[in-house]
């Protein structure tokens, strides 16, 4: 493979890890703060799309249709915290996981009910369209590299929020200890809420921004939630700059292994049967990769508890 | 939206025969009502194609007034979930509970490997609409089996004879690494004789193709083929567009066709695909099937949608044939197998393994006036096709 | 033990045994019934080591593919003799559990969890990609296990007797294997690790037995799950699969095996009266989940226990 090639998969690679970031960024939060296991964070991904899709539909225009997404995800997401998750954050993980799995079942059936079962279109912003010629006939869209600005973007923010506001260091420390914060005067109920809105906002936002190049279906968010939980176990529960890390390097093993992994077959195996366990292998490649970080560093590499 | 009262018809289809049972309390066997149970995965990320196979088949029964051969009919829509153990259980009950006259359906070739015992077994007819895995066309035919879709190697082998007459020397593959991908890409080259530059397997869940298309670009080939059912077509389609490879031709087989091209939309345009059938095929069954299906359901119907209709009138033609009597088997299978039916597709019929021996075009993705995508045909690529496992079979003369 | 915890599995044993008798002999019922009794062997297994050791596994799923599996490899190879089939199945599964649990173990709380995915989805991805035993496509198995060279599984009758004779012999098991020392100690280093460790119990053999012992247990709902639906596919294994089984132990309470008994039943039973009144019916079943784990603390047991 040419190096160029191998730039490109990298990039490739990182695109495809910022976006996964901006999914796991709120999980781990939710996770680190309320040590709360939320499965519907997928579905929350998932209306984001679905509702960017619906807008984009009645505006005619990408921009509108991301500017009203953004407070519609964080609406839904505060009636969800409202209605169902404030009511579990006292009850042990499995009652938890069990619960939001009901909500994965009824929204994912809702959305279905309520736009069908084909995938649904999201027009791309005229503004965006077309690439930057990356190598020989390939175009890199310019799209994907807006996706890498807003996601470091966003990165940037987090950071800037959760390190040098004040909400933010009560963040991390509700992330490190939050009966203390709790028992330190400071109103746990509003934070969590804080945490929660500003998580399911970001999962949306992520839809939407996901929705022109990735198919709108129901169930679109279940596998990426699986990919994010694989992101914030390797980077460390509660901890934003571990899931930057850990988003990045699942985003570049997983493109990379399938790029790479068929090649390396082809030392031991003839090419037919390389090629099927070079797939078969790149699919499973980002378990054993976080298998292998949990065996050294069993909390992760940036655990936010100590 | 009109589409969405797809499971209402299927209930007033109950009431109504139902009630013309009940209202008739001497009901000779004659005009009891003919129990079809139809098969589809309706829940799930794959349910898009079978809400098509269900629309077909009801479509066709409506277009029938719910009647086959003078008695009505009664269609138990069945959701297989795509889990095969779940499809079991709920055929077990079709079969003894409901007690089915037919089962017609099924989307995927897992399920219906899965349902084919129990179906069969139970001396009920099992017509495929869509699934055609070569297990069933070769050694393992069975005389309770049918399909109105093809086998599965046939659709992509057009694609390779297509490419083959096209000139092109260098083709790119890629499928999803599961069977049905394994034996698009075989069925491929069982036609195309030039150069496969490179075979790449992709996992079921993939979302972003940016590694494969990089890996295109880089080797520059002549075209690339390529078996993306469902959300893996719409994202590929896309991204293939986004990356400004349309250049190089993408000849592909159920990845471009109308239950993804509403999501694809402008960038699918030109793409190529293969079938039996194309919305353009100019006939007056399909002209009408197509403009009823519309007026229908609001979508542009797909190949799911027009075998499970053909099903419906095939089922029909042989009911009829056998003046509705459905207790000598070996009748009814002869009355099948005579395919007396005209189908949207054109010309008709089954071969020796009651798979069905049908020309094969090459399709390209077209807009149409009113703003809607659909395949058109383009040209014929073979003609009269029998599928390459016919010759294996060796399908009892009487069951 | 409690008293009702003894009643309640028992009355549900009886009604299993009956049911042919009072109507609910159609072979579509008994496969019905089969298959909630093979997930409830499942659940319960998972419940010893959920409720039991605290190992929240979410890849039990595997357990039963293995199982599952052994079946197709060795009819495959003309093998067909229960008395060979069983214990192979049972072996290899409780092999594969041995194997991946004494890396698991290692670890606890969510990342036990994701690892237990891992080597779900590795087992997943293996069974796909077995084109011999047609990959995804699945495997169908003209006959059921022959029994001591009888076809008398093939009987709707004997296969539900069979099935429900293993759920109780599982069910007691598990039940015994609670109630020891083994089970108590068990617990205990689930309740409190250092405390456990201080009195001189070290957990991880401990742990590491009952997750084999539940892999093998699910290695033989595994083989029943196969002659149940004549068919084996990768479908078995995905990880959502895996999660129906958490499900059901979570919703039948983790105060007992009697819980994952109850909650089997109820979701595959609920599951599948649903479907039948309406297509959408997760838009129903999912917010029951949500009520069941508002008003019933404890699950399905909790709610028998305290009313």
Sequence with gaps: MSTTLLFVQALNGLQFGILLFLVAAGLTLVFGVMDFINLAHGVQYMLGAYLGATFAAWTGSFWLALLLTLPATLAIGLLLEFLIFRHLYERDHLSQVLATFGVILFLNQGVKAVFGAAPMQMPMPDLLTGGVPIMDGLLYPTYRIAILVAGLATAALLWFLVERTRAGMLVRAGASNAPMVSALGVDIRRLFMLVFGFGAMLAGFAGVMAAPIFSVEPGMGDNLLILAFVVIVIGGIGSVRGAFIAALLVGLVETLGRSLMPDLMRLFLDPSAARQTGAALASMLIYVVMAAILAFRPAGLFPARR | MA????????????????????????????????????????????????????????????????????????????????????????????????????????????????????????????????????????????????????????????????????????????????????????????????????????????????????????????????????????????????????????????????????????????????????????????????????????????????????????????????????????????????????????????????????????????????????????????????????????????? | MKGRDLAVPLVIFALLALAPFIGLGQGHTLTLLARAMIFAMAAMSLSLLVGGAGLVSLGHAAMLGVGAYAVVVLDHARITEAWMVVPIAILAAALFALLTGAIAIRTSGVHFIMITLAFGQMAFFTTSSLAIYGGDDGYTLYNRLELFGSRALEGRLFFHFTCLILLVGVWALVQALLNSRFGRVLQATRENEARARAVGFEPYPYRLAAYAIAGAIGGLAGVLLANAAEFVAPAYLTWQRSGDLLFMVILGGLAGPHGALMGALAFVLIEEWLAKVTEHWRLIFGPLLIFCVFFMRGGIAGLLRRG
């Design chain 2, 3 to 399: 589409f969405q009262d797809k499971s209402g018809l299927a209930r007033r289809t109950l009431l109504a025969s139902s009630a013309a049972v009940l209202a008739a309390p001497a009901v000779q066997a004659q005009t009891a009502p003919i129990k079809v149970g139809v098969v589809a995965v309706l829940t799930g990320p794959q349910a898009a194609l079978g809400t098509q196979l269900r629309d077909g088949w009801m479509l066709g029964m409506r277009q029938l007034n719910n009647q086959m051969g003078g008695r009505p009919v009664e269609s138990i829509v069945i959701d297989d979930e795509l889990r095969p153990d779940v499809a079991v259980t709920k055929i077990r009950a079709a079969l003894e509970r409901d007690r089915v006259d037919f089962v017609v359906g099924v989307v995927f070739s897992n399920v219906l490997a899965a349902i084919m015992r129990p179906v069969t077994e139970a001396n009920t007819f099992l017509i495929s609409t869509n699934a055609g895995p070569s297990t069933f066309a070769g050694r393992g035919c069975n005389p309770f089996f049918f399909t109105t879709s093809y086998n599965n190697d046939q659709v992509h082998s057009v694609m390779g004879q297509a490419a083959q007459d096209a000139g092109y020397r260098r083709v790119f593959l890629m499928t999803p690494n599961y069977q049905a991908g394994r034996d698009a890409m075989a069925g491929f080259k069982s036609r195309f004789q030039g150069t496969v530059v490179d075979e790449v397997y992709v996992p079921l869940t993939q979302l972003d193709f940016s590694a494969e298309l990089a890996r295109i670009a880089s080797l520059r080939p002549d075209a690339i083929f390529t078996f993306m059912p469902g959300g893996l077509g719409v994202n590929l389609v896309r991204q293939y567009r986004q990356a400004g490879l349309a250049n190089i031709p993408f000849l592909s087989t159920f990845t471009v066709d109308e239950a993804t091209l509403p999501a694809q939309g402008e960038a699918a345009l030109g793409f190529f695909s293969a079938a039996s059938w194309a919305p353009n095929m100019d006939n007056p069954a399909n002209r009408r099937f197509v403009t009823d299906f519309e007026a229908a359901f609001n979508y542009v119907p797909a190949t799911y949608a027009a075998q499970a209709f053909d099903a419906a009138n095939l089922l029909n033609s042989a009911v009829r044939r056998v003046g509705g009597n459905l207790t000598d088997k070996n009748a009814l299978r002869t009355a099948i197998a005579a395919a007396d039916f005209t189908s949207v597709r054109g010309p008709f019929r089954f071969g020796t393994n009651q798979y069905p021996v049908q020309d094969f075009w090459q399709l390209q993705v077209a807009r149409r006036p009113d703003g809607k995508f659909q395949t058109e045909t383009v040209r014929r690529v073979l003609e009269a096709n029998v599928d390459p496992w016919a010759a294996e079979c060796r399908m009892p003369t009487r069951i």
